[in-house]
């Protein structure tokens, strides 16, 4: 017999933990960041759980200016494209704008990883395929969730330069 009880009908959707990558190199990104956080936070059916530091990294497989960083780790009863629907939708409310592959962008959110679900649809595939090559994203998400970081991967983004953004972090 099943450990697990059957869901009520009509009950609410289990909270799932999931990871959000956020970037920014364009404008003022620290301030994006900030504001992208802030608006998940209020979004039904998203609960921000914790932030990461932001990071300072130069710009990997792209040009432009350094990007700012960070990884939110929120709870949320959304399913996972509905949640990307949130994340684009904010994409757009900060201005973003997609001349060319990899361009310079206002705002960047990425869903790394839903659960332990994997996702293959053409809009939609989680874990992020290129989370686990750059560091911008390994470094914010180990210091939320280091069981999600083989400590190989780590080893393997070594070489790309990124630090703690400063002066300002979230708070300012
Ligand atoms: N898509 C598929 N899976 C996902 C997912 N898990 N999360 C689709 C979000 N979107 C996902 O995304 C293109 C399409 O990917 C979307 O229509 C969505 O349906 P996009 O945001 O329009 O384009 P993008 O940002 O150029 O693609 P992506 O995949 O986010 O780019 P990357 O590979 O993440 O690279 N260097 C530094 N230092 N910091 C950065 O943040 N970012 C990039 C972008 C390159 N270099 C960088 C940084
Ligand atoms: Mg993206």
Redesign the pocket.
Known sequence: MSTHPAPQAGAPAPAVQAWV?????LGDPAAALRQAVRALAHTPGIRLLRTSSLYR??????GGP??V?AVAEIATTLAPHAL?AV??AL?QAAG?E?PY???P?TL?????LYGDQH?A???????????FE????LRPLAELAPQQVPPAALQAVQD?A?GLWRPVGWAD
């Open positions: 990558g956020l970037g920014a190199n990294s130069a710009p990997v497989d792209a350094d990007y960083n990307l994340l684009q994409e973003r997609r592959r990899n361009a962008r960047d959110l990425d869903l790394l996702i649809t053409p809009d939609l595939t989680v874990p992020h395929p290129r989370m750059r560091a911008f994203v790309q990124i």
